[in-house]
């Protein structure tokens, strides 16, 4: 039996400095005429019993999205697990019921609308296991199901100085759950492909014009 989605809360990860954008949210750049991030958004929130977005900072840039907002609970910008860590926490303070969340990137807005559901079959009689997205091949570490339960061990790996994704996914049984490549028109797109470059934002924006 798969997890109940009621018992998942989904978080955005937009903790990232976007380097390689020249600073800034990704997230909030317009795409196909709508913040990229409201693309995740539409994609995501029907999969999960709620959605919250992790992000350092202001959380007030984000008002208009109506998401309540948890910054990362470990300081210095120490990579992904601590936004994961950041939604574990939120979620066991304001969502008891909860025993997973659902991680995605606000850079990824070609998600799969089944995503959550299949990662969650794949934890079937497992439920203690992480799942990881995986696509052509390669594992997407920052997009999988993640139970609450792991937030101490978490946080003490981080203290310790783990910042490798797959490193603590490891620990504790990473299952990879595969995704094939999407139509659009007559190309086959990575579903997971992310905007990290002005080259790919400016590719992604094709896409979803399309």
Known sequence: ?????????????????????????????????????????????????????????????????????????????????????????WAAQNEPGATHIATASTDAPLIPTDLVQRLSAALVGQSEKIALAKSGGFMHPVIGLWPVEFADDLEIALKDGVRKVLHWTDRHGTVGVEFEFAAFG????????????????????????E
Not at 28 to 42: C, K, S, Y
Not at 48 to 64: E, H, K, T
Not at 188 to 209: C, G, K, M, S, W
């Open 1 to 89: 039996m798969t997890i109940s989605k009621d018992k998942i809360v989904g978080v955005l990860l937009a903790g990232g400095q976007s380097r390689r954008m020249g600073g800034g949210d990704k997230g909030l750049r317009e795409i196909a005429g709508r913040p990229m991030l409201e693309h995740v958004l539409n994609k995501f929130r029907e999969q999960v019993g709620r959605v919250i977005l992790n992000a350092n900072g202001d959380p007030a840039r984000f008002s208009a999205f109506g998401l309540p907002v948890t910054a990362d609970p470990i300081e210095g910008n120490v990579g992904p697990l601590a936004g994961v860590l950041a939604g574990m926490r």
């Open 186 to 209: 007559d190309k086959y797109i990575d579903p997971f492909f992310n905007a990290n470059t002005p080259e790919e934002f400016d590719e992604v924006a094709a896409l979803l014009a």
